[in-house]
């Protein structure tokens, strides 16, 4: 059991992060304030400081004078939030005080965190705010959501929120040039069209020739070319709002990569296991990882780590986002308001990237064989297609009684289709482009059908889909494949849709001037169909001669399947002043399960999980309102924790594993998503902002965090020194009986959870002054340090998977001009140039692969100019 100590010791904790102050044209002292910063995290407009919740808030005078532009720069700014990689939904996407969600081969799990734009329910975050350009303000919730917000969330959420129409025009042109050549241009214009009508269009493009640099064949990786389109139209009475927003995002750039960590073995012909190492006597550099560094061995224990590759082909990015939204309100009368949203998306990315990460290509003599040495070529690419629409209705009553009560009553209902798709090519097998009747032809067999009846009564399937619907399994059979195009050796696909339907009542109670109590209720019922679990492969065989032959395989769930439950949270506020809040909350949260892989071995469904989150808080301007300071701890108590894990069926390891290959099986180990009891998060996080002087402003946060996970045991990719088992099956290439070693689970009870830093700071300097002489305006210099503790990449906590700690500085010197018209700034980014560690994901314990990860950008600098005429 780990301690409380220091959980406990840290007393009460901060989460706010705003701090633009406002001075005199005298600079007068007396005249310095905190800019109070407006949020809606209850359904009302409040005071962040009168908010019941840990948050962070961001105003757009916030975001523009911190440069943030991307997620990573949010992630930096806002304790307990960590993003990963999205583009191939591997690890664990967003997370919050360590709950994420592995999208990843995952069939259909609801996300830990969720994203909003405008008040609408975002399934990705992809598009959602490109650039982060024009948007009012930028809020992320930690603990449960689901009593107020639309789309319940277990472990927090993101609000977006664009800037609306006005009745006076306004025009900003944003236009930013960085040494790694690239260039965002963003333009926003708008104002009325007749007294009651207004319109806003926000316009960007974004592009780049590379960040991360390939010393290979291939282009260079992270080369945006980004498009932004988003009207508004807004109707506007006395009573009434209606506002329509249409967005759309088109990047057909290059995206970044996963680079290697570890060095490749190319001293062994074998790995581990006996299996052909692909990367034997390959005597290019892996340019991540420092040169002789011991294969398996992370990067950063040998040395400072590069953002680069050294691939031989060039990554391909197509990816598109369109929404439609509509906010409407109206006033009933002055103690009722009626509000609705709707939301409508279509989002589509896809990522086609090299899957051997080498440069090594085929000689001019033989094209299986590599060009720098005597062994077979490996020459492999991956796609990953990632496909949802939705759309979601909320409606919601408000009331404003003159009276001790009010409160919000709503229902929401929301609909999805989605969609992941991962083909993947390997160009080097020696069938891969022939026809399965030429090859045929030159065997005992004759014909592609006489093979295929022998495979199919050799491993006991089917040769057809009437076939497999006979045999009780449908969807799976072999086949004989057309053409000789066979690159394509595997599509697997994962297709479903769900559906939410959910009622909630809040309502708040003062009880006198320094006492408020509140309480929430939420029934969400949640339907999940998974139309499509399954693809397609080819193979092959060399007892067959060689003859390429396919396999459609599908796994999918046809029944539809339905979770509910009630959840809520209750609250005591008190205000020892106006100037302060002291708060105690207990909330519950949830989310649905999902699908499992077929297998009496392993739960048909994933059970949906929940927990209890205590939290305290203190809130409130000090010292003559020069310094504010928000807190709060908290402690969550899981039930039914979903964590994907594996399982050794019962008898060990001569059980068969049943399933479509159970008799091939080279391991009787089984993937797949449980519950597990027993998990506990608890942390603290301290917020300020102080004004020193006119001119000096400190502000910043300190996260602190830890968790243990229940009873769990899980094999550990990668792991140095595996546990070996013994199981027999039958050789899938050979199709006679063999035995082979695999690695057994380890125990995990008790570890962390990945992605939880236990400490997490940022403090940022700002120094404000006036220009004098013919020059005028104001200068404001501004740094920001942030600093992110060890994680742990995986369950197992092993040395070897830890992700060192990292820290960032940002400095920025901004100039504006006397009509508050112009602003101009020079900045650096990272200026130490420190690469952290982001993800770190074993591709594979058994195929010699090194472990590949995601890295933060190195140092760049660059100039961003803003206009905003007085229009």
Known sequence: MKKFLPFVSLGLAFSLTGFPVANSADGEEDNAYIEEVIVTAEKRSENL????????????????????????????????????????????????????????????????????????????????????????????ARGPQGTLNGRNSIAGSISYYSTKPTDEWDLLVHTEFTNQFTQRYGVAFGGPITENISFRINGSYYEGDGAQKNIGF????????????????????????????????????????????????????????????????????????????????????????????????????GSTAERASIAFSFDINDSFTLRYNYGDTDNFSQVTRDRDLTNRVASADDPLLASDAPVPLRDEMYQTDYAYTESSHELQLVSNLDGNFNFIVGAFTYENTSEWIVPSFVFTNSWSNSFAEDVAATTSFGTCANALAFLTMIFGAASSAAEAEEMGVPGNYWYCPEGNDHNQWLSFESKGASDTDAYFINGDYQVNDQWLVSGGLRYTEDNKVQTFNGGFAKFGFGFIGG???????????????????????????????????????????????????????????????????????????????????????????FEDYQITGSIEPQGGGDSGVDGLFSQFTATPILEFTDNIKGTKIWGAEVDFIYQVDEHWRLSGFYAYLDSEIGPHKAVVQGEVNPQIGLWNHIDFNTGQPTTSEYVLPTDMTGNQLPMQPNHKFALTATYETPFTGAIGGNLQLLGTYSWIDDRASDLSNFDISTLPSYGRLDLRGTWTSPEETITATLFVQNAFDEIGVIEFLHQSTNAGNPASGTLTDGRSFGLEIRWRPNL
């Open 218 to 317: 291939g282009e260079d990786f992270d080369a945006p070319d980004q498009k932004f389109f988003a009207p508004q139209l807004r109707f506007k009475t006395d009573r009434m709002d209606l506002n329509l927003r249409y967005t759309k995002l088109n990047d057909d750039g290059i995206p970044r990569t996963q680079v290697h960590l570890t060095n490749f073995d190319i001293t062994s012909a074998t790995d581990f296991l006996g299996n052909p190492n692909a990367h034997y006597l390959w005597e290019g550099p892996v340019p991540s990882v420092p040169a002789g560094c011991p294969p398996r061995t992370p990067g950063w224990q040998c040395g400072d780590i590069k953002n680069e590759l050294n691939v031989n082909r060039s990554a391909v990015g």
């Open 49 to 140: 400081l009168d908010v019941p919740v840990t948050m962070t808030a961001f105003s757009s005078q916030m975001i523009e004078e911190l440069g943030m532009t991307n997620q990573d720069d949010l992630e930096q700014m806002v304790p307990g939030l960590q993003f990963q990689d999205e583009g191939e939904q591997s690890g664990q996407g967003t997370s919050i005080r360590g709950i994420g969600t592995r999208l990843h081969g995952e069939t259909h799990p609801d996300l830990a965190v969720a994203t909003y734009i405008d008040g609408i329910y975002s399934l990705g975050i992809y598009g959602v705010a490109p650039n982060m350009f024009d948007l009012e303000r930028v809020e992320v």
């Open 547 to 637: 003859i390429p032959m396919g396999i459609m395989f599908d796994d999918s769930d046809p029944n539809p399947r339905a979770w509910d439950k009630t959840i809520g949270h209750i609250s005591a506020e008190y205000s020892p002043n106006q100037d302060q809040l002291i708060y105690g909350r207990l909330s519950t949260g949830y989310r649905a399960g999902s699908f499992n892989p077929k297998s009496d071995a392993v739960p048909t469904l994933v059970k949906e999980e929940t927990l209890v989150n205590y939290e305290l808080g203190w809130k409130g301007m000090f010292m003559d309102g020069r310094l504010r300071l928000t807190s709060g701890v908290f402690y969550n108590d």
